[in-house]
């Protein structure tokens, strides 16, 4: 069973996907990191946390038909590369929607969501998936 | 003293589900077999370098270089073996470890093996830790495996180049056709491009066709410095270059999501340092744990342009044509045990360049190039080498 810090530590990018931005080039990231590939040793200290829209358009996608045991039962579900519109592209599923209607360039935004079950007596983990607009 | 660095052995296990043989099991049986072939004695062996992915969470079992060098009985002659760990790229890493260790002069003979055990863990259990390749935080995390983020690539590249499914499905195709030719090859039947655009779908656009299997397999090679080789009267084959490169872990980081960076950048070094040219390499042995990645992967390394790797697809690939992929069977037929796969590789060119392979005998081959690739192209390690 996973301990709830590695859970808890995520939670604040997870629920209200919060990016960081370079104050020396003005790049946005996500998921967090805490040095700028481009400005190397000049982005040290220079990351700032940013709230980002949760828009943006599906990049690409896969309908998927073999999982996980945790999304076993979510079979077959979407699993798409999101642009957002502040740049970084995001790992995550498009739901809400039947397969079918889902296509390259639609525009989508970001729901909150219940993610997976940690096993039977685990923590539920939730965060965010994404919706046609 | 820099030495020039030669394969003087190879060998490796059957590729497949190995139900009655363990992770040690493979391990030893492959190192043996190279070790045997080579025609060494363990006082020879200066170092062993092991190669696997995934032992610390299928198997329960770390410490892999102490495993391997105990139970190939080598424990009272003390000789250093260490893991190398790179993902699915492991065992062309554990190959260029081994290479450097020679080259430069530190160590005589090396043995390098890798090794996977994958069919302890049943069903989808094996998924989840076969997503370990991925980014786990901010890919797996939310439903992201393998081959979901392949199709993701593939969607991207067919809707851009305007690509065919059927160009996809040439790869499982011409592996199966050369898997049927290799006695250690996980799946010897030959398939039609009906069966691959019809098999199960997987992560769609990918069907089960499109995906390497589960395999449990290794596979070893013999490194000697050129002084030993002289010494000792051995034969081997040259390992002429070796480049590794990275790029960003996650398929969304990267500036194109059709181009493996890696790759490129891996195999500009590796010719440079070679002093050949695309027009010299005799075959390929290419990281194809999806169709869509052999594609990528033949532009990438610089033998088509963008966009056009379904030009060669059809003819160009198949043994007798003028670019051989995968004379093994690559790792839709032959099999993709994760951490042996690169190693695999070095022994089929080592079959392949001592004229041994049989039905599946590239003619005239001189020269190999093997790329073996890390997650979704995080990393990726490319190995020129000749006769």
């Known amino acids: 069973m996973t301990e709830l810090s590695r859970i808890w530590r995520e939670t604040e990018y997870r629920y209200n996907l919060i990016g960081f931005r370079c104050k020396n080039c003005g790049r946005t990231y996500f998921p967090p990191r805490d040095i700028c590939p481009y400005c190397h040793r000049e982005s040290i200290g220079k990351m700032e946390k940013v709230k980002l829209s949760g828009n943006g358009e599906i990049l690409s996608y896969s309908i998927v038909h073999d999982s996980s045991p945790a999304f076993k039962r979510e079979i077959p579900y979407v699993m798409a590369l999101i642009k957002l519109d502040e740049g970084p592209s995001i790992t995550a599923q498009v739901v809400d929607c039947n397969p079918d209607e889902v296509d390259i360039g639609r525009r989508v935004h970001m729901v909150f969501r219940k993610i997976r079950e940690d096993g039977k007596n685990g923590i539920i983990e939730y965060g965010y998936k994404f919706r046609l607009d | ?387």
């Open chain 2, 1 to 387: 003293m820099l030495s020039d660095v030669y394969i003087i052995g190879a060998g490796e296990t059957k590729y497949g589900e190995l139900w009655n043989k363990s992770l040690r099991n493979l391990a030893v049986e492959a190192g043996l077999k190279a070790i045997e072939d080579a025609g060494i004695y363990s006082k020879d062996i200066d170092a062993i370098y092991g190669a696997n992915g995934l032992a610390g969470t299928i198997n329960e079992q770390e410490n892999i270089g102490a495993l391997i060098a105990d139970f190939s009985g080598l424990s009272n002659e003390g000789i250093p073996a260490i893991r190398i760990e790179a993902s699915t790229a492991s065992g062309a890493a554990a190959l260029r470890e081994a290479y450097l260790s020679i080259k430069s002069g530190e160590y005589n003979v090396v043995v390098v093996g890798g090794v996977e055990k994958m069919t302890d863990l049943h069903g989808s259990d094996i998924v989840n830790k076969m997503s370990s390749i991925l980014d786990r935080e901010w890919e797996a995390f939310y439903g992201a495996t393998p081959a979901s983020m392949a199709a993701i690539i593939a969607r991207k590249y067919m809707h851009d180049f305007n690509v065919e499914k059927e160009a996809l499905a040439m790869i499982p195709v011409n592996d199966h056709n050369n898997a049927s030719k290799n006695p250690d090859a996980q799946y010897r039947n030959k398939i039609t491009v009906e069966q691959a655009l019809n098999s199960t779908p997987v992560a769609d656009p990918l069907n089960l066709m499109d995906c390497s299997p589960v395999s449990d397999g290794a596979a070893a090679v013999v490194l000697a410095s050129e002084d030993y080789v002289k010494k000792n009267g051995k034969d081997g084959i040259r390992i002429l270059s070796s480049a590794i490169a990275e790029d960003y872990l996650s398929v969304g980081s990267r500036e194109s999501i059709y181009t493996f960076n890696s790759a490129r950048l891996a195999a500009e070094k590796a010719f440079m340092r070679s002093g050949l040219k695309r027009d010299d390499i005799s075959f390929i042995e290419l990281h194809d744990s999806f169709s869509i990645y052999a594609l990528i992967e033949l532009e990438d390394l610089g033998f088509v342009e963008k966009g056009h790797a379904k030009d060669i697809v059809y003819n160009d690939i198949k043994l007798d044509g003028s670019l051989p992929v995968n004379p093994s069977g690559g790792l839709k037929a032959k099999g993709d045990p994760y951490g042996a796969v690169g190693i695999g590789q070095a022994v089929e060119a080592y079959i392949q360049l001592k004229e041994k392979a049989g039905e599946r005998q590239v003619k005239g081959a001189k020269y190999a190039l093997l790329h073996n690739m890390a997650g979704t192209g995080a990393s990726s390690v490319v190995h020129i080498l000749g006769i």
